[in-house]
């Protein structure tokens, strides 16, 4: 099985542009996740959905939106990117929230706004 | 709110030695857990090993086994045997029990390269 797929792999965006990252998963995962990770930061939550219809905001969500159509998919949106959401995305998933479960992450994307 | 610290942001150690990579973390919860995930330069990141708090035996996985103190809020991860595949970031996690939003709470990386 292929997990978990983020698409693109890499972007370079011009500021004010919108753009949307993709994540589908094929573990039919109940909570899904976008983290960014930043040098010295770690990884940082930015929005997480625990079902299919619910979403909610995590630690680091200005700028960004998700949304949760279904049970696969996890898209995260920038309306009008910013430099400082040059980051690194990872999206994951997991059999559901709130316990010991293991996360399973995707192979990231690399943004870069310019 | 919960933190966690890694010290170590780079690390080197011998093919075949041991080397151990300390994480500390900050909490007033009792029920948590903790990870160690890995970050190979292909950028993915894998789960290395999981402790439940309330489990006193430290956890242990092949090659790769924890220090758990609780009360000293330590968790570090000791690689023996280390091999040239181990050349990666380490992260130390934390997540409460029953946080709804699943929320991982992770160190700021230790970046470990193996040398032949």
């Known amino acids: 099985t292929a997990g978990i797929t983020q698409a693109p792999t890499s972007q370079i965006l011009a500021a004010g542009r919108s753009m949307t990252l993709r994540c589908t998963q094929d573990m039919r995962h109940n909570a899904m996740y976008w983290y960014r990770q930043d040098l010295g930061l770690g990884l940082r939550l930015i929005h997480y959905s625990n079902t299919a219809g619910t979403t909610g905001k995590g630690e680091v969500p200005d700028g960004y939106s998700v949304s949760r159509a279904n049970t696969d998919d996890f898209p995260l949106t920038l309306a009008s990117a910013v430099p400082s959401q040059t980051s690194v995305y990872f999206c994951?998933?997991?059999?559901?929230?709130?316990?010991?479960?293991?996360?399973?992450f995707g192979p990231g994307t690399r943004l870069t706004v310019l | 709110a919960q933190t966690v610290t890694q010290s170590q942001p780079e690390m080197s150690v011998q093919e075949a030695e041991t080397v151990t990579l300390s994480c500390t973390y900050d909490t007033s919860e009792s029920n948590y857990y903790l990870f160690w995930y890995k970050q190979p330069p292909s950028r993915q990141m894998i789960l290395v090993i999981r402790q439940e708090a309330y489990k006193q035996q430290n956890a242990t996985e092949n090659r790769f086994s924890v220090n758990f103190q609780k009360a000293a809020k330590s968790f570090s991860l000791k690689i023996s045997d280390s091999q040239l595949g181990d050349t990666a970031m380490y992260f130390c996690?934390?997540?409460?029990?029953?946080?709804?939003?699943?929320?991982?709470?992770f160190g700021q990386g230790t970046e470990l390269s193996v040398k032949p």
């Open positions: 996690a934390f997540m409460k029990r029953g946080e709804v939003r699943g929320k991982l709470i």
């Open positions: 994951a998933s997991s059999v559901r929230s709130g316990a010991h479960n293991e996360q399973f």
